[in-house]
């Protein structure tokens, strides 16, 4: 397998479920990301991993949870999610470092999430 | 605060025509400015790409104009096709911080 690949693609939870989402990455790169993506909505960046370090994280909801084991795999764990939780999630990786200056993130095709 | 202001939100062009895709930005911190394009179903993918020290790019039918005194950029697709139809994002990274800010996306559609 290429690029970055996002499983399950279609997931769909009650409000009291915990389920995970998985990305993998196969591209080499030190750095991965989770993104929001809404209707009408600019993609909202939610985590960021620099070398399986956290090293953004922007006013997320405690109820998404992000794993990252090594740098070539992504998990986001989810419990309690909230309607306004359903939304098509994505995962970039992307190479950063001092030698390494506009590099471009690479997407997975997402998982979309539907929240009873 | 939205970073990145896209325009229009939607297009509509005719097969061989001209579709032009404008973005603006507010941070001079912004070095790399790429756009993406999403089709349903599928993950955004780098399109094309621009730094700020160059004023145009070309690849293929796809073009960047960059103007960095009005911090304004905009995608130029030539002889439109319907393949062309998809969701296209502009973005801006600030390299120091390797994270993208990006636009609200523009559905195109482009008819036979």
């Known amino acids: 397998e290429t690029g970055v690949t996002q499983t399950p693609r279609h997931l769909v939870m009650g409000m009291t479920n915990k389920k995970s989402l998985k990305c993998e990455q196969h591209l080499g790169h030190n750095a991965m990301y989770w993104y929001k993506q809404s209707a009408k909505k600019p993609l909202e960046l939610m985590f960021v991993?620099?070398?399986?370090?956290?090293?953004e994280n922007n006013s997320v909801p405690s109820r998404f949870s992000p794993e990252c084991p090594n740098s070539s795999h992504l998990f986001l764990h989810l419990h309690t999610l909230q309607p306004e939780d359903s939304a098509l999630y994505l995962c970039a990786s992307s190479q950063v470092g001092q030698y390494y200056s506009n590099q471009p993130q690479h997407f997975g095709d997402g998982t979309r999430l539907s929240i009873l | 605060q939205q970073q990145v202001k896209q325009s229009p939100q939607s297009l509509i062009v005719q097969k061989g025509g001209i579709s032009i895709i404008n973005c603006a930005y507010e941070n001079t911190a912004f070095d790399y400015f790429p756009w993406y394009q999403q089709f349903p179903g599928k993950g955004p993918a780098l399109l094309i790409a621009?730094?700020?020290?160059?004023s145009e790019k070309k690849e293929g039918r796809f073009t960047i104009s960059f103007n960095k005194s009005a911090k304004q950029f905009s995608l130029h697709i030539m002889d439109s096709q319907p393949g062309d139809s998809a969701t296209y994002f502009c973005?801006?990274?600030?390299?120091?911080?390797?994270?993208?800010?990006f636009g609200k996306g523009t559905m195109l559609l482009v008819s036979p």
């Open positions: 973005a801006a990274l600030n390299s120091g911080y390797s994270t993208l800010t």
């Open positions: 621009i730094r700020p020290d160059v």
């Open positions: 991993y620099n070398f399986k370090e956290q090293t």
